[in-house]
């Protein structure tokens, strides 16, 4: 059976069936070597494997695994989202601004400036909710533009067809970090964009137990660099967390389809209460973005944030929680609730968080599994408490 011919669903558990011959095991096994054997002296290090950090079974069936869910010719796994970004960052050079989308995770933006400013190579914000100053910030040192949609925390989306389009005029890369969605419900290459990053620490591992990330990409030149940039510093996937990866794949469906459904009905909750001042998901009718977020993914996906009234004590708050576990990142099918302003975006400038509605008062939820009543419940327990 050809793997392109299941619905996507099936395509999640099944995807990794072709291509290599693992001795007909049901799951991909962990092929825990330092090195493989070679043909002979002279033989290329290359084919199949050479030394583990050139290459691994196990990481390579998660490769082709990703690449044929993203759509793409490319994939490489890397040991954090982090490392993914950084990977493709690596292949600018000093003199080069990259412009990133003002609403990202803090830690894009660090890497930007504490490690690769180091190189010389220069960022820029941009809004590209505002298309018409996304293009008028385009100059010619610019080589790519990293954005997220929806993004970290306050779920802002941006058009992905119009931001290709316009990227695309002026040559340069467009880089998409599709972690809040993972490919079930939106898939980056299919709107032109050129390169998309995942974190698969959040929902493709999604149990809140690894580390890891990708990219996944048609672009020849850039795969080339990310394939030489493994492996001469060998910044990879460990073969154990490629095949948790793959594991946590398979579920990936059934946990965001129930995790949505929670995070709908814990939205709907939150809309009624007269303690949270605002939401931001892109699951409610009028959430800013909802008409292109149905457009371009197959959901609004399960983070979700809001803000609490003045009389609500947050510190108060986030302790009283019962089920609710205070902590940053998002995506596993544990419950995860974070004050943004005070950790993930704490280093960005103030006038970027105030232009991306990260107040103090702002609240980010990783919406689980678990039975929503139990979820619901313990945020009205924890807003008693902290209630004055
Ligand atoms: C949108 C986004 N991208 C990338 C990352 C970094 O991922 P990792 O922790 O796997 O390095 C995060 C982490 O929270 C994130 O939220």
Redesign the pocket.
């Known amino acids: 059976m050809s793997r392109e011919k299941g619905y996507f669903r099936t395509q999640l558990v099944h995807g990794d069936d072709a291509d290599i011959d693992h001795g007909g095991s049901a799951s991909v096994p962990i092929y825990l070597t330092s090195t493989f054997k070679r043909e002979g002296a002279g033989e290329s290090n290359e084919e199949p494997f050479g030394r583990g950090r050139m290459g691994n079974p196990t990481k390579e069936a998660l490769e082709k695994q990703l690449a044929f869910l993203e759509g793409a010719e490319y994939a490489f796994a890397f040991p954090?989202?982090?490392?993914?970004?950084g990977s493709v960052i690596a292949s600018f050079r000093s003199g080069d601004t990259v412009l990133v989308g003002n609403a990202?995770?803090g830690?894009?933006v660090n890497l930007l400036k504490k490690i690769f400013g180091n190189y010389g190579i220069g960022f820029r914000f941009v809004n590209t909710l505002d298309l018409k100053s996304f293009e008028d910030s385009i100059t010619d040192d610019v080589k790519a533009v990293i954005i997220?949609t929806p993004?970290?925390p306050t779920l802002l989306v941006t058009d992905l067809e119009e931001f290709a389009r316009i990227a695309k005029k002026h040559g340069i890369l467009t880089i998409v970090?599709n972690?809040?969605m993972s490919p079930y419900l939106q898939k980056p290459l299919e709107f032109d964009i050129d390169v998309v990053?995942?974190?698969?620490?959040?929902y493709l591992a999604g149990h809140n137990d690894l580390?890891?990330?990708f990219v996944a990409t048609n672009n020849k030149d850039l795969a080339d660099w990310l394939k030489a940039y493994q492996w001469q510093s060998g910044v990879r996937i460990q073969p154990f967390d490629a095949f948790l990866l793959l594991r946590g794949i398979k579920t990936l469906s059934v946990r965001i389809d129930r995790q949505t459904e929670n995070a709908l009905a814990i939205a709907e909750y939150l809309e009624k209460n007269s303690l949270v001042t605002k939401i931001y998901y892109p699951g409610l009718s009028d959430s800013q973005g909802y008409d292109i977020q149905k457009k371009q993914a197959a959901g609004p996906g399960a983070v979700l944030a809001f803000e609490l009234d003045e009389k609500v004590n947050i510190p108060k708050f986030l302790g009283a929680l019962e089920w609710i576990f205070f902590g940053?990142?998002?995506g596993g099918v544990e419950s995860l609730i974070s004050h943004p302003a005070s950790s993930?975006q704490r280093s960005l400038p103030d006038d970027i968080k105030k232009a991306t509605y990260i107040s103090d008062r702002l609240i980010r939820l990783s919406v689980g599994i678990e039975d929503v009543r139990d979820l619901i419940g313990d945020i009205e327990q924890a807003l008693k408490k902290a209630t004055h």
């Open positions: 954090s989202g982090t490392s993914a970004i990202v995770f830690g894009t997220e993004s970290n970090d972690t809040f990053i995942e974190s698969g620490t959040k580390v890891a990330g940053g990142s998002l993930s």
